[in-house]
């Protein structure tokens, strides 16, 4: 009987969007807002609503050429690992190593923080991918997370055409 409800479980909804050259999808219905930041593109996705699990998806592309090579990887990964154990409250797994279904070669961290001035955690995963000599930044921040939503976000980053 698991794997008959397994088998009917349907995947998420999720748009395309771009980002630069950079194409991902993102879950159906959330509305972007452009960051500002002197170093890349970024933008901010949310559900619409109320948001009543405060998630939030966040995607950059910087171009960092240094990092983005094969012998610089453990710089990546521990700068990934240290920025979010700086969180206030942190509590962060080990960086994992993975191949999306885009082909792209990252590193990913999950924990929990809490912010200043809130009494509740959020979990938070934190991937960066390499995309030839840029690095695409992929932050799903939220107090309930969705897996299935988080995993089909982070398949679906790939080089645009």
């Known amino acids: 009987m698991i794997v008959l409800l397994a088998s009917c479980a349907s995947s998420p909804s999720l748009d395309t969007a771009k ?7 993102v879950p159906s219905g959330w509305t972007s807002r452009p960051l500002s930041s002197p170093h890349g ?31 610089n990887r453990a710089y990546l990964t521990r700068d990934l690992v240290g920025a979010n154990r700086a969180l206030p409250e942190a509590r962060f797994s080990a960086a994992t190593s993975f191949i999306n279904r885009g082909g ?28 030839g000599p840029a690095l ?9 997370p969705d897996r299935d939503q988080i995993d089909a ?9």
């Open 136 to 144: 695409v930044h992929v932050l799903f921040t939220s107090r309930e």
């Open 19 to 25: 980002l630069e050259t950079l194409d991902y999808v």
């Open 153 to 161: 976000v982070l398949d679906g980053v790939r080089p645009g055409a």
């Open 104 to 131: 792209l070669r990252g590193v990913r961290v999950e924990g929990t923080f809490t912010p200043v001035g809130q009494a509740q955690a959020y979990h938070r995963i934190h991937a960066v991918l390499v995309d």
């Open 41 to 71: 593109s970024i933008v901010e996705w949310t559900p619409q609503g109320d948001n009543e699990r405060k998630e939030s998806l966040v995607v950059s592309r910087v171009a960092n050429p240094a990092l983005a090579l094969e012998k």
